[in-house]
């Protein structure tokens, strides 16, 4: 079939786009550069350009939707038109197309309010009560994308939400992770005992390519719904962050700074980017702090039943490949 990738040109587009490929799909990529994926063919353009997107749409079997504005700051209004409008704009594309299948690569914030999340599926989305701009945006897609399963003439519409995908390549959480321990100011938020859940990148792609299947094989099981996707393996944040950092070849985070002071200067940081933004993400804010100190993992269950999906990279396989990718440097968390 043909497929339509948005987003190929980051960590878990391409490995999506790569593993249509190499089971035989005729997979076309939408962003904002090349996407680097042998095999496919690249409509460069924006979601907020409809042309680009119709052009990207056009013929297309089936979408999985991963272009975001994905940071930690910047302009609410820019979040907006990316994220939400732009899912419009190819959800409307995929109608007037005849697209039957449609993945919406979501988010766990969508639903997380600032408080731990323990063994929880996958909560509504809410906009209202999500923390800073990505997470709003993000479930409002999630949300418009969902109550577009099922209409009149629409695909069947089923969303994914990979929490904290990592592996050998990835800037957004590794590179950060791996930069600020070797500058020294990578900080243990409390005593780092915060459960959190994480997916290594090839497990998300394989779960966002059985989520895609099962809407032909299943559309009434998994149609309109949404599954958080982990490794379904929880660690203390303090034992993830050391075994990226010895994968790395660079000493794991000492230094401990109270959650409260953290997210205080995470509130501060905030305002000030507001007014002069830096170059970089911001060192710290409210969102990040809650995220390096509060629980968030994952009930698996219903995820695993209905798309059918087991992940088969563990996080310590994980661990050794990045090592690997770093260049054998060390090995990573043990149980």
């Not at 299943?218 to 149609?223: C, I, K």
């Amino acid at each position: 079939m043909t497929v339509l990738v948005t987003g190929a040109s980051g960590l878990l587009g391409g490995a999506v786009a790569r593993a249509l490929v190499a089971r035989g799909d005729d997979v076309r990529t939408l962003q904002r550069r090349p996407s680097g994926v042998a095999g496919t063919t690249d409509v460069t353009g924006s979601l907020t350009d409809p042309a680009a997107v119709a052009r990207a749409v056009d013929g297309a079997d089936a979408v999985v939707h991963l272009a975001a504005k994905v940071s930690l700051a910047g302009e609410p209004g820019a979040f907006d038109a990316v994220n939400v409008e732009g899912t419009r704009t190819l959800l409307d594309a995929a109608e007037r197309s005849g697209v039957a299948r449609f993945v919406q690569v979501s988010s766990p914030s969508v639903a997380h309010a600032g408080s731990s999340l323990v063994g929880v599926g996958a909560d509504p989305a809410d906009p209202a009560r999500a923390r800073g701009d990505y997470a709003r945006t993000k479930a409002a897609a999630e949300l418009l994308a969902l109550g577009r399963d099922a209409a009149a003439h629409g695909p069947r519409v089923v969303a994914v939400r990979p929490h904290l995908v990592w592996g050998p390549g990835d800037t957004q959480l590794v590179e950060r992770v791996v930069d600020r321990a070797r500058r020294g100011t990578l900080p243990l938020l409390g005593h780092g005992a915060a459960l959190i859940d994480t997916i290594y990148v090839n497990n998300a792609a394989d779960g966002i390519v059985a989520a895609l299947d099962r809407l032909a094989d299943a559309p009434d099981v998994v149609g309109g719904n949404a599954y958080v996707l982990t490794n379904g393996e929880p660690r203390t944040v303090a034992d993830l962050l050391a075994g990226i950092c010895r994968a790395a070849g660079v000493e794991p985070p000492r230094r401990r700074v109270p959650a409260a002071a953290a997210r205080a200067a995470g509130g501060l940081v905030e305002a000030v980017w507001r007014v002069r933004p830096g170059a970089d993400e911001p060192p710290m804010t409210r969102f990040l702090a809650e995220q390096l100190s509060t629980a968030h993992w994952f009930d698996q269950r219903a995820t695993r039943a209905d798309l059918r999906w087991t992940p088969s990279v563990s996080v310590d396989e994980g661990m050794r490949r990045l090592a690997e990718h770093y260049g054998g440097a060390a090995q990573g968390p043990r149980g």
